[in-house]
């Protein structure tokens, strides 16, 4: 996303506050706008193509979970933007004049009264450029055999879009103290009517003890706009080594506005650590059967970070449904659902009957 040249000093204030230096996006050879380029990671001239570096060399860094469990102050220079037509809502430069929804490619975006919340601590800035990520998406495409053909040639750069996600990290060191009851089934025979019978009989015990485990970077999704498995599916996200945040990286790019609050992804967070530390402490055990299984857990020296994560995003309407797909815009990993051609699917299915039918003939005449 490039936004219009002012002639002015261009000032980008998105999840800043009153205290925060002005960042100027203006080349120091020709004057000319200036965005992020991931490829040199670098900020790059618009009109003459110099590169320059962004004055920012420190790693994020970790706060203590009990400032993200409080009422935050609030970043009231952030603009959010609503699309009217899919709902999805983004930081946008205030600069940005025409916009398009990342989601759905609509132009019907209006200006939301709803403020972005707390600003972030940190940046994980976009790997590959656009060009590399269209790349990524056609050859992706192009293996989804039953998607119509007018999806695959709507796969381009163009239709791609640029967005930092919001997302929580975790680090906690649990201590956990358990009790439960497993039982191990054993193969036993008896005779019955003279023949020799098999038959199940569990053998059940009592299980006891403590459990540690040092959870560190636990990545929750702090946005419902891009499902969660979706997520999952294009992850990782290096956001141990995200930068600490800066508008320059921003330059160029939209970010999605978090939706869960901190305490609400803590929960999700901490569910997924007793899934972990539940699975820890079964795999001691030679079991196949959980009568019950009883965890204490506390969560010790346990911090956040607040991470912007890349994502490009892509977008199809097929018979007015809209269909995105998602591509890791530091790995490039890539997901999302696709249409499907009944056309094709009735093909392969005649098809296949067809060829059924034929091993059924030529196993009736020979």
């Known amino acids: 996303m490039v936004n219009n040249i002012d002639n002015n000093n261009i000032e980008e204030k998105l999840y800043s506050d009153d205290n925060l230096d002005v960042t100027i996006y203006k080349c120091p050879n020709c004057g000319g706008e200036a965005m992020f380029e991931p490829n040199s990671q670098k900020m790059k001239c618009l009109y003459c193509g110099g590169l320059f570096e962004i004055n920012n060399n420190s790693i994020a860094q970790e706060r203590e979970l009990d400032e993200l469990l409080k009422s935050g102050d609030v970043w009231e220079e952030a603009e959010v933007y609503q699309c009217k037509t899919c709902g999805a809502k983004e930081v946008i430069s205030k600069q940005e004049v025409s916009v398009k929804c990342a989601f759905c490619g609509t132009n019907n975006i209006i200006k939301s009264e709803e403020l972005p919340g707390i600003k972030p601590q940190g940046v994980t800035p976009f790997k590959l450029d656009k060009t590399k990520a269209s790349e990524i998406a056609v050859k992706w495409a192009k293996k989804k055999f039953y998607a119509p053909r007018n999806f695959k040639k709507s796969v381009k750069a163009e239709n791609l879009h640029g967005l930092y996600n919001p997302v929580f990290t975790f680090d906690s060191q649990t201590i956990s103290s358990y009790r439960g009851r497993l039982g191990k089934n054993y193969v036993k025979y008896r005779f019955r009517d003279g023949k020799r019978v098999a038959y199940t009989e569990t053998r059940y015990f009592n299980i006891s003890g403590s459990q540690d485990l040092l959870f560190d970077d636990l990545l929750v999704q702090a946005s419902s706009t891009i499902p969660n498995n979706i997520i999952k599916s294009i992850e990782p996200f290096p956001t141990k080594k995200a ?53 204490d857990t506390k969560y010790l020296n346990s911090q956040y970070k607040y991470v912007l994560v890349p994502i490009y995003v892509g977008h199809y309407t097929y018979k007015q449904k809209l269909y995105n797909f998602y591509i890791n815009g530091y790995s490039g990993r890539i997901g999302g659902k696709t249409p499907v051609s009944k056309l094709k699917v009735g093909l392969t299915v005649l098809l296949s009957l067809l060829l059924i039918a034929g091993i059924v003939l030529l196993f009736m005449y020979f």
Do not use: F, P
Not at 248 to 275: D, F, I, P, V
């Open 243 to 295: 930068m600490a945040y800066s508008t320059e990286y921003l330059r160029g790019y939209s970010a999605s506005t978090y939706n869960k609050s901190g305490e609400e992804c803590w929960k999700e967070c901490k569910t997924t650590m007793h899934q972990r530390i539940e699975s820890a402490i079964l795999k001691r055990y030679d079991y196949d059967v959980k009568v019950s299984l009883s965890i």
